[in-house]
């Protein structure tokens, strides 16, 4: 590949949203005096009797979770989409508006307070897989339902409201912005060259080899060419698959195996549980064939230098375009060096 990325300024395309993300290498040498995030040490006990996620505890709405013994799953008590939403739109003049409905709900990964996906075994991971993969059946089987987002936010810097290990699943009756853009791309792509879009941008990873970070006989887990958070990651099936849904049994837990890896090499990076955003996009539930997805789950994780120097979306990031310092390639060297 080009040296010049490595030295110099220049932008990089996603292929997949159609947009480009500003890379300034040079920049990463400038000394940092802005805000540094404050980074908690405090271990987590087990089980944690205020917590409204743990298991046989009560929630704010007064229900009592279960005794659960991996994964729990219910629905949000503050959602963000309602069912009972009525039919509306509002066309007045410039002012535009349609009523959106759909489901929320919680998935808490694991009864124990005190671990994060990257402290469970790949088999208790593997639990999360399997039950990821009945919610998008279930949930995109729902005649309201025609897009199932799956994701997780993790730690305080995320805006995360308790720690108990958990993600979300928000369910609607359109598609998001993000999946918007991607199924127009992969869409497109597909109609003129008739393969996937992302399965042969794999194929390119591959050969090259210049950011994988780690695969398994089923999964890449690699740094996007155009990623834009400085650590930012991809997992990505090496078959053409367009839902979760389509994975057998033994890939489950080889997909397990992936988030395993990355998560613990997150871990190690800074020495402190890394704080992301992660989510998986996959193929809408509108009753399409949609065979022009291939599903991936990305992370997002804001820290930069350290534990405690956040990478934030600012300035440039909100007038123009995001931007980023380290490239794609230096991030991959230090992220390949921790996994074991």
């Not at 990325?5 to 996603?14: I, P």
């Not at 930012?232 to 489950?252: C, Q, R, V, W």
Request: charged content about 25%.
């Amino acid at each position: 590949m080009d040296n010049n990325l490595q030295d110099y300024s220049h932008k990089r395309y996603n292929i997949l949203t159609g947009e480009w993300v500003l890379v300034s290498p040079h920049r990463a040498k400038r000394p940092w005096q802005g805000q540094n995030e404050e980074i908690s040490d405090e271990e987590r006990p087990a089980h944690d009797p205020s917590c409204y996620l743990c298991a046989g505890n009560t929630r704010i709405n007064g229900e009592q979770n279960p005794d659960y013994k991996d994964v729990f799953i219910f629905t949000n008590d503050f959602a963000a989409l309602q069912t009972t939403s009525p039919n509306f739109s509002v066309n007045d003049g410039l002012f535009r508006a349609e009523s959106e409905q759909g489901i929320c709900k919680v998935i808490c990964f694991s009864p124990d307070h005190s671990k994060s996906l990257a402290d469970m075994d790949v088999q208790d991971i593997a639990k999360v897989v399997e039950a990821w993969k009945n919610e998008y059946i279930e949930l995109g089987a729902n005649e309201l339902i025609n897009y199932v987002q799956i994701f997780e936010n993790k730690g305080a810097v995320m805006g995360c409201s308790n720690p108990h290990p958990h993600g979300q699943i928000w369910s609607q009756s359109t598609l998001p912005n993000e999946v918007e853009k991607k199924d127009q791309h992969q869409q497109a792509y597909y109609n003129q060259n008739k393969s996937s879009l992302l399965g042969d941008y794999l194929k390119q990873e591959l050969e090259v080899n210049e950011r994988i970070i780690y695969q398994n006989e089923d999964f890449v887990v690699l740094t996007p060419f155009w990623a834009i958070w400085p650590f930012e990651t991809m997992i990505a099936p090496k078959k053409n698959y367009k839902d979760i849904s389509e994975l057998s049994d033994d890939e489950g837990v080889a997909f397990a195996d992936a988030i395993s890896k990355i998560t613990k090499a997150y871990d190690k990076l800074f020495q402190t549980s890394f704080p992301y955003s992660s989510g998986i996009h996959q193929a809408p539930t509108n009753g399409e064939n949609n065979e022009h997805w291939h599903w991936h789950m990305s992370f997002y994780p804001p820290l930069l230098r350290s534990a405690t120097v956040k990478k934030f979306m600012v300035g440039y990031e909100m007038f123009g375009s995001p931007q980023r310092d380290i490239t794609a390639e230096q991030a991959v060297d230090r992220l390949k060096a921790l996994i074991s």
